[in-house]
């Protein structure tokens, strides 16, 4: 089929192969990302902790710039499992930012200009696309989280030594683990959003309410009921006991206050009330309980066609 | 030789209500076109033959490749031109066409030649570089076409391509898909209600009517078979010694009024023969046509047909 033939001729060429294949999605949808400059300058800003993050590390090794700085290390933060934990958040809290960007459209564009057919007609699979637009997501997050983590823990071991790489070896998973599941819920999250809305910015407003409206109705809950199980509604909430619980950080009790109390064992007494975080277990449980909502509502939405029974 | 299409007892439904009911053929022709009332599962068919819909029961075959088992070869070696107005925003149509090339397996830089190839050869080489949705409807659904062609697969199916197309753009989509049916290296399944665009590009026909098949012939052989039809108009003379000369000839005839004669042509019978007969028996052939029947004869027979078996089914099932 050459342009000056006008001939319509069968591809004889050499093909790739089918497991790579999804992986056309991310290309194609980064390089539209980046024609945003209002994505490229986000995208630039959520280097800026990390980048303050390794001069503090660099500060603390090297006695020179702290003498010329006039700054004693312990007026420092030290560089500890907290250090790393506040990282992940800081970068979290940027790579929600990104999500709210870039995710809106990337199933929502594909709806409501009916491309599902086109793709699907294609040899992929309904998972290899949502796992090629995820793979969007996977990767602008994995560039702003555990990549710059894990730079920053090598760079730190770099100049503390062998041995304080040994004892401290364990935070490679928790930076890691800690990254993968915000992100896979970030982005199951907002796919599934992108899936149900076709609208681009109701879609982003979707996802910023989701995040901001039970985090507001759970301290409203807890405020109220003094307790702490508002937590559990609150997704921000939920995702940093979960990374408290990967760097050893996890108490439960977060607080006390003093209150009236009926029991059988107390007759309307003043007494002090611990205030206790959801456990463990159920942050973990709620974040998989929502993946699994997220992946079955994508399974239930993208389809060629929907079918009218 | 592996037929195109095979359907064996293949039986589609949405929740409870049939829409494909135990269709079996066999389908060879180089143009297929898929006839059919609103309704009668025209488009789940072909939704079927993707992939997009799972069969209830019984399946069908793409040269030979079992749609249910063996998908991803199915659709690799199939090209799809969605009814409705389909695209990727916000992209140039070459970006488009490439991205779908590179989804069938192509490689980037193969897919980019071949992207530029599809634009041109469906006449949109000038427009590629615009994004599709500022295309006219007629341009997308010469886009479609592209990316439909773009990987080269050996059937493409298209989906009422001539949609809502002015003459002039109807006619290059017509001509288009007559060319690559002509060019041998690819098998077309055509779905279209305009009866028109079928008989300028089909060579067989599958006709449905609520979910069955009602006809399946190859148009070919019918038009070939059609030409010993004839009808002729006459004046005066003797035209009752002619009719009886006319079944000496061993034509079987059927008069239509006081002038009018059809009859069917044996073999063995030249036209000469009539015009003989005509002067023994001083009758005027005023008129002499080779009835044919027309695609829209074909289907509407194939309607009532339907209608007749779809009776049948119901008084056996009253039964």
Redesign the interface.
């Known amino acids: ?3 000056y033939e ?11 192969t ?1 497991f790579s ?1 999804f992986l ?2 991310p290309r ?1 949808a980064l390089r ?1 990302v980046f024609k945003s400059k209002l994505f490229t300058t986000i995208f630039i800003l959520c280097f800026i902790y990390p980048l303050a993050a390794t001069i503090l590390v660099y500060l603390h090794h090297n006695v020179n710039a702290l003498a010329l700085l006039q700054v004693n290390v312990r007026e420092l933060l030290p560089i500890d499992a907290s250090f790393f934990q506040t990282f992940l958040k800081v970068q979290g809290a940027f790579a929600f930012i990104l999500t709210v960007l870039v995710a809106p459209p990337l199933i929502s ?2 709806l ?4 599902l ?9 309904r998972t290899e696309y949502v796992l090629g637009k995820m793979t969007v997501i996977v990767f602008l997050l994995s560039l702003v989280t555990w990549v710059p983590g894990l730079l920053l823990f090598f760079f730190q071991a770099s100049l503390a030594g062998l041995t304080w790489l040994w004892t401290n070896l364990w935070m490679v998973s928790a930076i890691f683990l800690g990254s993968m599941v915000w992100i896979i819920l970030l982005s199951l999250l907002a796919l599934a959003v992108s899936s149900l809305v076709k609208w681009r910015v109701v879609a982003s407003g979707a996802l910023v309410g989701m995040f901001f409206v039970p985090t507001a109705f759970g301290e409203i809950v807890n405020e109220l009921f003094l307790t702490r199980a508002g937590h559990m509604i609150s997704l921000w909430a939920t995702m940093n006991n979960i990374w408290l619980g990967l760097f050893g950080l996890f108490v439960r009790q977060t607080g006390e206050i003093r209150g009236r109390v009926t029991t059988p064992i107390y007759d309307n007494e003043l007494v002090n009330i611990a205030l206790l975080e959801p456990p463990l277990w159920a942050s973990w449980l709620a974040v998989t309980l929502i993946c699994a909502v997220c992946v079955w509502l994508l399974a239930r939405r993208v ?3 929907e ?3 | 030789m592996t037929s195109v299409i095979e359907l064996e007892q293949l039986s589609v439904t ?4 049939p829409i494909l009911k135990s269709l079996d053929g066999a389908l060879n022709g180089r143009a297929i076109g898929l006839l059919g009332p609103n309704g009668a599962g025209k488009t789940t068919l072909i ?1 079927t033959l ?4 799972p069969p209830t029961s019984g399946t069908a075959r793409i040269f030979g490749q079992d749609i249910t088992t063996d998908a ?2 199915v ?2 070696t ?1 090209g ?1 031109m ?1 009814e ?8 140039s149509c070459v ?1 488009f066409v490439r ?2 090339a ?6 980037a830089n ?1 897919a980019l030649e ?1 992207a ?3 634009l ?2 469906v006449g949109l ?1 000038e427009a590629r570089y615009r994004p599709v ?1 500022s295309y006219s409807l007629g341009m997308k659904q010469l886009a479609k076409l592209a ?1 439909a ?1 773009v ?4 059937l493409i199916i298209l989906d009422e391509p001539t949609n809502g197309l002015d003459p002039p753009t109807r006619s290059r989509m017509i001509s288009l898909i007559r ?2 049916r002509d ?1 041998g ?2 098998r077309i399944l055509l779905s279209s209600h305009l009866l028109r665009d079928v008989e300028e590009c089909c060579d067989e026909i599958l006709v449905l009517k609520d979910g069955h098949i009602v006809a399946n012939c190859n148009l070919e052989e019918e038009r070939k078979a059609n030409r010993k039809f004839i009808e002729l108009e006459t004046r005066g003379g003797n035209r009752a010694g002619f009719v009886e000369g006319i079944s000496g000839l061993g034509c079987e005839y059927a008069l239509s009024g006081e002038r009018r004669i059809k009859l069917i042509m044996q073999e063995t019978v030249e036209i000469s023969d009539l015009y003989r007969l005509a002067l023994e028996h001083g009758v005027q052939i005023r008129r002499l046509n080779f009835k044919r029947d027309s695609l829209e004869d074909i289907f509407l027979k194939a309607m009532e047909n339907g209608n007749a078996a779809t009776n049948g089914r119901a008084n056996n099932g009253s039964v």
């Not at chain 2, 409705?84 to 992209?91: G, L, R, T, V």
Request: zero cysteines; a positive charge; aromatic letters at 12%.
């Open positions: 089929m050459a342009v006008h001939l319509y001729g069968a591809y004889e060429g050499e093909s790739h089918s294949r056309v999605i194609y539209d564009r594909d409501s200009n009916n491309a057919p086109l793709y699907l007609s294609r040899p992929l699979s389809r060629a066609y079918v009218i029974k | 949405f929740g409870k209500r939704h993707l992939g997009f819909h991803k070869h659709r690799a199939v799809y969605p409705s107005d389909s695209f990727i925003a916000k992209m970006h991205l779908m590179e989804l069938s397996g192509i490689p193969h071949r530029h190839e599809a041109f050869y080489g949705d990316q062609i990987h080269g697969p050996k060319q690559i060019g290296r690819a």
